[in-house]
């Protein structure tokens, strides 16, 4: 997961372009010549890696000093990347997923393929490279020549010329997302996109108007941070932070609809925003119960800022966006804060409590906190989800029609996958090495 996560962050580091490692890693094009680094002890023969190969058995064969890759019966391609040791212990997986002895890789043998390093991948993660791979195939193969070509590429960051997928129609009905962080995703940093036109200022200017109201509003003050002002302010925040995605993609799904076409990928992306939220609310509300004047002022700001939003987002999604990106920046900045409260807090303090405190189980479970999950985990975990949420709206801001959901593009996250599968393959080799020089 933390992998898939760099590269997004790659993404959405300037909130404008993408990381050409990823974005340029899978695009249509005829198939070309692969190729890899010659090495010294290349023999001049041909070696095959199966004692008794079938007519669609790969094999591999040395050519005027470079390693070449191919099926048998067709032309040999040099490869760029790979060297001979890799290639074998690639063949050799492949060989033994390989259940109906085709010579081709079809996604219930991808995925045992990917089993194989489990300790590099989540259950979660093969199972979305599986259905992926089997919707870009449309429920087909790949043979072992081509897949290697892949891989070769993949290695090399080279734009591929053979994609692995013959389009991006799963990203209409594939998303997952896993909720449980690692230490390191935890560690968020603050961050702020410049307005670039008009709109962007007008955005901002709005958010920054809408936070002193609501910092009012909740008797928020950026010292002397209490329990109850904390409650006060992430349950009142929380029921209207769940308004802007599934306006969005109600939007979306009614424009989809009309138009008779894909949406890209992001109506389902928002739907889990919206409900992600909603998972925030659950949690507060378990460790305080908000009283009937509170609640009638939930409901009156949610009409009202729900009206306003799908009035705003119907003329201009990309100002909603954007408005949204600053309201999150605005969040994270908040739950730092809370975070820092908390941890700072001397022994003995009610804010201490919050470090030993166990969070609700319905926290627990979601973000996967652990038996002894504490509020303050609790606290890392809903920044590290409003930190995407920022991320995310400031980069369907800069999307153009037609574009496929980069959080949710399947080329580039099973390229990704690829990645970690043929790295893990070459650190294994250079661990062999190692330990026979030793």
Not at 393 to 411: I, R
Request: overall charge negative; glycine content about 6%.
């Amino acid at each position: 997961m933390f992998a898939a996560k760099e590269a997004l962050q790659a993404f959405t580091k300037n909130a404008r372009t993408a990381s050409p490692m990823y974005r340029a890693a899978l695009r249509p094009a005829a198939r070309g010549a692969l190729s890899t680094n010659a090495t010294s002890q290349v023999p001049s023969s041909v070696v095959n890696w199966n004692s008794e190969p079938c007519p669609n058995t790969f094999s591999t064969q040395f050519v005027r000093g470079f390693a070449t890759a191919a099926p048998m019966g067709t032309v040999s391609r040099p490869l760029e990347k790979l060297d001979m040791a890799t290639v074998g212990k690639i063949q050799a997986e492949l060989g033994q997923v390989d259940t109906n002895e085709d010579g081709r890789l079809d996604a219930d043998e991808l995925s045992e393929l990917l089993k194989k390093h489990h300790s590099e991948f989540t259950n979660e993660e093969i199972m979305e490279a599986r259905d992926m791979f089997y919707a870009g195939r449309a429920g087909g193969s790949i043979s072992f020549a081509d897949f290697i070509e892949v891989l070769d590429k993949i290695a090399a960051e080279n734009k591929l010329d053979h994609p692995i997928l013959n389009g991006s129609c799963s990203a209409e009905y594939i998303y997952r997302k896993n909720h449980h962080y690692t230490n390191e995703e935890l560690q968020i940093e603050l961050t702020h996109v410049p307005p670039q036109n008009m709109r962007d200022k007008l955005a901002y200017n709005a958010v920054k108007a809408v936070r002193g109201g609501f910092d009012m509003a909740t008797g928020w003050q950026s010292k002397g941070i209490t329990k109850d002002m904390v409650m006060q302010r992430v349950i009142f925040l929380e029921t209207i932070a769940a308004v802007p995605g599934f306006v969005a993609a109600i939007v979306r799904h009614f424009k989809s609809l009309r138009r008779m076409e894909r949406d890209g990928g992001l109506l389902q992306l928002f739907l889990e925003e919206a409900n992600n939220e909603r998972m925030h609310l659950l949690s507060f509300i378990k460790m305080k119960n908000p009283g009937k004047l509170f609640r009638g002022a939930v409901i009156v700001s949610q009409f009202g800022f729900g009206t306003a939003f799908l009035t705003s987002y119907a003329i201009s999604p990309k100002f909603c966006h954007r408005f949204v990106g600053y309201v999150e920046e605005e969040a994270c900045s908040t739950y730092t804060k809370i975070i820092d409260a908390i941890e700072k807090a001397p022994e003995g303090s009610e804010l201490a409590e919050w470090r030993t405190e166990k969070a609700p189980s319905i926290a627990v479970g979601y973000w996967e906190l652990g038996e002894h999950g504490t509020v303050l985990d609790l606290m890392y975990a809903v920044r590290a989800d409003e930190a995407e949420h920022r991320d995310v709206n400031h980069v369907a801001t800069e999307l153009k029609l037609g574009q496929t959901n980069p959080y949710n593009d399947p080329e580039m996250k099973l390229s990704i996958a690829l990645r970690k599968y043929v790295q893990d393959v070459m650190s294994r080799d250079d661990d062999t090495k190692v330990t026979a020089t030793a």
